[in-house]
């Protein structure tokens, strides 16, 4: 587009220059004017441009920062579940072991049970016997 506005303006000056309109008529004064603000023109749309230029830069720095910092900090989430999974796979383990000495204190538990049991019936098969004093 630029290049286009440059263009225009030169081809107003050329126009004005091969009418061969003397500089004194009004027609090439028009010319002139025409040329001038095409070229005035190609002059802002290329500073609008260069702005419009470093905008998207500076947008696309500040996309680019984004995405590393989201990517740090789902590394550093990645790293915190991993711990989290680490210590509840542990934590697990240690009520697996913890279940399985409480289901073998609960068996011996039933077995002393059945001892104490046992020897209460024969204590009182005992006390029922006839006693040698008598």
């Given at each position: ?20 309109i003397?500089r ?12 001038e ?6 002059k ?7 702005e ?12 680019y ?14 790293e ?19 279940t ?35």
């Open positions: 587009m630029l290049l286009t506005l440059h263009i225009l303006s030169l081809n107003a000056h050329i126009e004005a220059a091969r009418g061969g003397p004194s008529s009004g027609q090439h004064g028009s010319f002139t004017v025409i040329a603000m095409v070229h005035d023109i190609a802002r749309v290329a500073t609008l441009n260069q419009l230029q470093e905008s998207l830069e500076t947008f696309q720095v500040t996309i920062e984004g995405i590393d910092e989201v990517t740090k900090r789902m590394e550093s989430s990645t915190v579940i991993k711990e989290f999974s680490s210590r509840f796979e542990e934590t697990a383990a240690s009520v697996e072991e913890e399985a000495i409480i289901m073998k204190l609960q068996e011996e538990l039933e077995e002393l049970v059945k001892v104490t049991e046992s020897l209460r019936k024969r204590a009182v098969v005992i006390h029922s016997l006839p006693s040698a004093e008598s």
